[in-house]
Structure formats: structure tokens, C-alpha cells
T-cell receptor, first 114, second 115 residues
């Protein structure tokens, strides 16, 4: 079955510290992969995406993610977190045919300490 | 490009009432999606339109739910005889073209509370 797992429900980091949010997926082929961020009361904003090619992708706001086929992972990283990064982060798999609908993980809520 | 808009942003209704939500996608996006997000969960796919055709519906979409997209522009999602379990954020997203992978652009959502 197709699924996305985000093992960390909550993560707390200090401002300026590095960040890694984990995402593992189960999909029958190489999927399309996305990271979205959701601030309270807001919709989802795309941080970055992977369709093919270079497995290290750069996104907005200083985020990057690395696709590792052998580990079925697409972890999100940021070298230095800012207080404004506090939000909920969702990893998603995009199906590669038909509707291209997304399958989302349950999200990781990030808290940033001043 | 004004983004995806949804109306209303918040809706409080009593159990048993009908509600209707509207989504206006980015112009010229012919793909439109509805998702439902409950507290503490990621969004779950409900239904998909390509132009005016509804091509896929999730098993989550019970008979009380109906969606349409007349003329391939805006879309509406109606819930009849609402239940407390329908309380959630309903998200709409649009994506350009067909036959290729493009990211989805999400609206701000409609938060439904059923009392």
C-alpha cells in the first residue's frame, strides 16, 4: 500500500540550530516527492519538490531535501533554523500517473526556542 | 496569479444541516483537488477534477458528499446532513495541465465545525 511516514510528531530546536525532519515512503515506483509547510490557520505552501535527476534538491527559505532510494526516504534539512520556521511540515508522495494526487504524512510540528 | 481562493474560511453548522464550500482555482489550471484534514493528521484526498469531469472519488467521500465543477472553473463541495465527524479543514488545490507532474497549489482552506 502507498503510504508516507513522518516518525516525529513534534520536534523542538533552538534558534540557529540545524534541523532534520524525517520522511519515509512506501510506493511501488519512484514517486514524486514534496515537502509543504503549514502555518496556523494557513494553507499549505510548497517548500521543495523532487521529480527526477539530482537527488539533493534546494527549496525556498533555505530548506533542502535529499532523496535516498535505498532508504525510501526524503528528509528535509535546514542548517540554521529561524524563529519564523515554527510551523507544521508535511511530506507528500505524488502518484505518478492518472490524477497525480498526493498522499500525505501525518506531519511534524516544529517548535523553535529563542 | 491570485492563488487558489476558498469561501467561506470558517463555517459553523448544526448537525443535520447542509453546507456548501466553494473553491476558485488559479485561472487556467485544469486540475482541481479536494482534500480533508482533521486535527493532528495530514490532508487526505477526497476527489479530483480534470476540467469539468470528476475522475476520481475517495472512499472517504460518502454519499452525503457531492462535488462538482461546472464549466471547468470553480468547484463546489456540498455536505448533506452534516455529522460531527465531518468537522475538519477542507482544502482545495489546483495544478496546471495534464499528463505531467506539477505541484499542487493549495488554498487557505475552509474550516468546518459541526456542533
Amino acid at each position: 500500500a502507498q503510504s508516507v511516514t513522518q516518525p516525529d510528531i513534534h520536534i523542538t530546536v533552538s534558534e540557529g540550530a540545524s534541523l532534520e525532519l524525517r520522511c519515509n515512503y512506501s510506493y511501488g515506483a519512484t514517486p514524486y516527492l514534496f515537502w509543504y509547510v503549514q502555518s496556523p490557520g494557513q494553507g499549505l505552501q510548497l517548500l521543495l519538490k523532487y521529480f527526477s535527476g539530482d537527488t539533493l534538491v534546494q527549496g525556498i527559505k533555505g530548506f533542502e531535501a535529499e532523496f535516498k532510494r535505498s532508504q525510501s526516504s526524503f528528509n528535509l534539512r535546514k542548517p540554521s533554523v529561524h524563529w519564523s520556521d515554527a510551523a507544521e511540515y508535511f511530506c507528500a508522495v505524488g502518484t505518478t500517473s492518472g490524477t497525480y494526487k498526493y498522499i500525505f504524512g501525518t506531519g511534524t510540528r516544529l517548535k523553535v526556542l529563542a | 496569479d491570485t492563488g487558489v481562493s476558498q469561501d467561506p474560511r470558517h463555517k459553523i453548522t448544526k448537525r443535520g444541516q447542509n453546507v456548501t464550500f466553494r473553491c476558485d482555482p488559479i485561472s487556467e489550471h485544469n486540475r482541481l483537488y479536494w482534500y480533508r484534514q482533521t486535527l493532528g493528521q495530514g490532508p487526505e484526498f477526497l476527489t479530483y477534477f480534470q476540467n469539468e469531469a470528476q475522475l476520481e472519488k475517495s472512499r472517504l467521500l460518502s454519499d452525503r458528499f457531492s462535488a462538482e465543477r461546472p464549466k471547468g472553473s470553480f468547484s463546489t463541495l456540498e455536505i448533506q446532513r452534516t455529522e460531527q465527524g465531518d468537522s475538519a479543514m477542507y482544502l482545495c488545490a489546483s495544478s496546471p495541465r495534464t499528463g505531467a507532474p506539477y505541484e499542487q497549489y493549495f488554498g487557505p482552506g475552509t474550516r468546518l465545525t459541526v456542533t
